[in-house]
């Protein structure tokens, strides 16, 4: 059984940084990819950051404009996205999401980036 599980959300206000965190059990290769998705109330949820060939290749969506970084910890099944300058319009429930023969998705964690 995979299982995806995020933390590191919270408040934050623009400007600032926050660090999500996604482990993952369950996956019995080293191989596989990781996304981080979010959704914004109202909105469609979109990819903030993909990852390819197990790392080898990322990709991010327009809006993060080299704001934010999606990383691996060394030989360890934890995923992070380092999330800088965060703007308002960043709020949103965060999820880290992979496809290993069937799709998985942690249960969210909230980003609220305010003053």
């Known amino acids: 059984q995979v299982t995806l599980v995020e933390s590191g959300g919270g408040w934050v206000q623009p400007g600032g940084s926050l660090r999500l965190s996604c482990v993952a059990s369950?996956?019995?290769?080293?191989?596989?990819?990781m996304d981080w998705y979010r959704q914004i109330p109202g909105k469609e949820r979109e990819m903030v950051a993909r990852?390819?060939?197990?790392?080898?290749?990322?990709a991010y969506g327009d809006f993060v404009e080299g704001r934010f970084t999606i990383s691996r910890e060394n030989g360890m099944d934890k995923w992070y996205l380092q999330m800088n300058n965060l703007l308002p319009e960043d709020t949103a429930v965060y999820y880290c999401h992979t496809m290993i023969g069937a799709e998985y998705w942690g249960q969210g964690t909230q980003v609220t980036v305010s003053s």
């Open positions: 990852t390819l060939n197990s790392g080898t290749q990322v």
């Open positions: 369950g996956i019995s290769s080293s191989f596989y990819p």
